[in-house]
């Protein structure tokens, strides 16, 4: 069964950093565009950032560019993501998602109907 499960998730001052994991079991990554979201309570479901199946395709909000970092190890099945400098307005449920093109297209989008299989989240909370 094909599952994703994200960790690393926590209470932050702002200014600080913290490290995402998001784990795939049932599947190997590397066939999979992977991406980042975040839902604030009240708010829309937001797509932070998004790295393709090679690694040649990577896109980040506006809100997070410069302070985010996505990354992938498909040897351990694992995808990161790295953020710097959080802010209060970082804070929500971040979750990973996947989604496998036909092919060897290698792409990668930030809007959530792309993505077929979901996480449960990890918290994050910026807060002084």
């Known amino acids: 069964q094909l599952q994703l499960v994200e960790s690393g998730g926590g209470l932050v001052q702002p200014g600080g950093s913290l490290r995402l994991s998001c784990a795939a079991s049932g599947f190997t990554l590397d066939s999979f565009a992977i991406g980042w979201f975040r839902q604030a309570p009240g708010k829309a479901r937001e797509g932070v950032a998004c790295?393709?199946?090679?690694?040649?395709?990577?896109s980040y909000a506006d809100s997070v560019l410069g302070r985010f970092t996505i990354s992938r190890d498909n040897a351990k099945k694992t995808v990161y993501l790295r953020m710097t400098n959080l802010k209060p307005g970082d804070t929500g449920v971040y979750y990973c998602?996947?989604?496998?093109?036909?092919?060897?297209?290698?792409?990668?989008?930030?809007?959530?109907?792309?993505?077929?299989?979901w996480g449960r989240g990890t918290q994050v909370t910026v807060s002084s």
């Open positions: 790295i393709s199946r090679n690694d040649d395709v990577i």
């Open positions: 998602a996947a989604v496998e093109y036909p092919g060897s297209y290698s792409v990668c989008n930030r809007e959530s109907g792309e993505y077929d299989h």
